[in-house]
T-cell receptor, first 114, second 116 residues
C-alpha cells in the first residue's frame, strides 16, 4: 500500500511569490492535515480537510489556504511569501472519522523563501 | 486546552545506554497518545501509540505507558543504538468529535544523539 506522497520535495521561492504544495493521502483516507515545522517552532497545525471541506485551521494568516479535491488529494497555497514561511510542510492522512485514528505522514516539502 | 510538554534536549548518550524522554500532557476529554520519530531529512514516522489508560505501546525496543494519574507518557529504551539518533515527538489527539477531531498536538521534540 502506497504511503502519503508530497510534491515537490523542495521548493525555492522569493518574497512575495506564491507557493503551491501538493499531497496525496493513503488510499481510503478521507482526512488530510497540514502541519508546518519551522526551525525552533516545533510542529504547528495548519489546516484540516475532510470530505472536500475545510474543517479547522490553526493560528495562521489567511494567506495560508488550501483545498481538497474529490479524490481526497490536497493542495496548500501560501500567498505573498515571507521569509519566515521557510519551513518543512508536512501532510498527514487519516481514515474516515470514527475515532482518533493514527495519522500517517508524508516526507514533507521543504520550502525556502529567499 | 490540549497541550504536550516534552523534555528539552538535546540528549546525548553512548551506545547501549538507557534512554528516557519525559512527556506530560493536558487534555480536554480522553486523549490517545503517540510518539513519532523524525530521522534526519525525513518526515514523521509513528513509533508507538496508546489509546487508553495503562496501555503500553511498544516498537523497536521502545516502550511508553499511558499513565492517566500522572498525565504522562514517557518514552524508554533499555539499550540505544547509533541508528536511534533522531528527533522524537510526543503527541496527543482527542476523542472530541468537533472541529479538533484527529488533530495532533505535539511537544517541541527532543533531539537524541547516540555515540558509538
Amino acid at each position: 500500500e502506497a504511503g502519503v506522497t508530497q510534491s515537490p520535495t523542495h521548493l525555492i521561492k522569493t518574497r512575495g511569490q506564491q507557493a503551491t504544495l501538493r499531497c496525496s493521502p493513503i488510499s481510503g483516507h478521507t482526512s488530510v492535515y497540514w502541519y508546518q515545522q519551522a526551525l525552533g517552532l516545533g510542529l504547528q497545525f495548519l489546516l484540516w480537510y475532510d470530505e472536500g471541506e475545510e474543517r479547522n485551521r490553526g493560528n495562521f494568516p489567511p494567506r495560508f489556504s488550501g483545498r481538497q479535491f474529490p479524490n481526497y488529494s490536497s493542495e496548500l497555497n501560501v500567498n505573498a511569501l515571507e521569509l519566515e514561511d521557510s519551513a518543512l510542510y508536512l501532510c498527514a492522512s487519516r481514515p474516515l472519522a470514527g475515532g482518533p485514528q493514527t495519522q500517517y505522514f508524508g516526507p514533507g516539502t521543504r520550502l525556502l523563501v529567499l | 486546552g490540549n497541550s504536550v510538554t516534552q523534555m528539552e534536549g538535546p540528549v546525548t548518550l553512548s551506545e547501549e545506554a538507557f534512554l528516557t524522554i519525559n512527556c506530560t500532557y493536558t487534555a480536554t476529554g480522553y486523549p490517545s497518545l503517540f510518539w513519532y520519530v523524525q530521522y534526519p531529512g525525513e518526515g514523521l514516522q509513528l513509533l508507538l501509540k496508546a489509546t487508553k489508560a495503562d496501555d503500553k505501546g511498544s516498537n523497536k525496543g521502545f516502550e511508553a505507558t499511558y499513565r492517566k494519574e500522572t498525565t504522562s507518557f514517557h518514552l524508554e529504551k533499555g539499550s540505544v543504538q547509533v541508528s536511534d539518533s533522531a528527533v522524537y515527538f510526543c503527541a496527543l489527539t482527542t476523542h472530541d468529535r468537533g472541529s479538533t477531531l484527529g488533530r495532533l498536538y505535539f511537544g517541541r521534540g527532543t533531539q537524541l544523539t547516540v555515540w558509538p
